[in-house]
Antibody, heavy 121, light 107 residues
Framework: EVQLVQSGGGLVEPGGSLRLSCAAS????????MTWVRQTPDRGLEWISF????????YYADSVLGRFTVTRDKAKNSVFLQMNSLRVEDTAVYFC??????????????WGQGTMVTVSS | EIVMTQSPATLSVSPGESVTLSCRAS??????LAWYQQRPGQAPSLLIS???TRATSFPARFSGSGSGTEFTLTISGLQSEDFALYYC?????????FGQGTKVEIK
């Protein structure tokens, strides 16, 4: 069974950067798309990014487009979210989650444990 | 963007009772709908996909139905571990969108 272990959250000032990591425990990760979702008490669950298994297809929510970049490293069984120009409203718990095979849009069947990102001066 | 609307926001029920949660999409999504359960301090867990396909880790008292724009999640005979937050999510088109959640709490 695939498990996703996240790291990289923390406190950062507005305008700063953070890189989130999500490492999968088995090779079953490499054939699936991956998604990042964030959660706040006010806005609930918000999808923010998608990357296909080949990395050829990437999508972003308008709220992070141009500031966040999703990548994956198959050799490391990992997916990353580079977050630049962070804003106070980016404060949230961030989850990585496994989607469908290849570039398919499907339900998110495995989730990381979540990592807190706080943007504050 | 497809807006997902869940109702009610909160359900107060006693253990052993059955409940039905509703989820409405602002436009047709076929059966591309998932339900997730989230307990405090944990990540969401996939409960139902394709509107009615239950995940193997959840018992048969959970069932989903619907298509198009109207969907329901039914929990028959609530157990203590079922008191949690439930979210619906459409994956028919980008951006993926979630409902605001229904909290099932102990009465």
């Amino acid at each position: 069974e695939v498990q996703l272990v996240q790291s990289g959250g923390g406190l950062v000032e507005p305008g700063g950067s953070l890189r989130l990591s999500c490492a999968a425990s088995t090779l079953a990760f490499g054939t699936h798309a991956m998604t990042w979702v964030r959660q706040t008490p006010d806005r609930g669950l918000e999808w923010i990014s998608f990357i296909s298994s080949s990395s050829n297809t990437k999508y972003y929510a308008d709220s992070v487009l141009g500031r966040f970049t999703v990548t994956r490293d198959k050799a490391k069984n990992s997916v990353f979210l580079q977050m630049n120009s962070l804003r106070v409203e980016d404060t949230a718990v961030y989850f990585c989650a496994r989607g469908g095979p290849a570039s398919a849009s499907e339900a998110l069947d495995i989730w990381g444990q979540g990592t807190m990102v706080t943007v504050s001066s | 963007e497809i807006v997902m609307t869940q109702s009610p926001a909160t359900l107060s029920v006693s253990p052993g009772e059955s409940v039905t949660l509703s989820c409405r999409a602002s436009q047709s999504i076929g059966n591309n709908l998932a339900w997730y359960q989230q307990r405090p301090g944990q990540a969401p867990s996939l409960l139902i996909s394709y509107a009615s396909t239950r995940a193997t880790s959840f018992p048969a008292r959970f069932s989903g139905s619907g298509s198009g724009t109207e969907f329901t999640l039914t929990i028959s005979g609530l157990q203590s571990e079922d008191f949690a937050l439930y979210y619906c999510q459409q994956y028919n088109s980008w951006p993926l969108t979630f409902g605001q959640g229904t909290k099932v709490e102990i009465k």
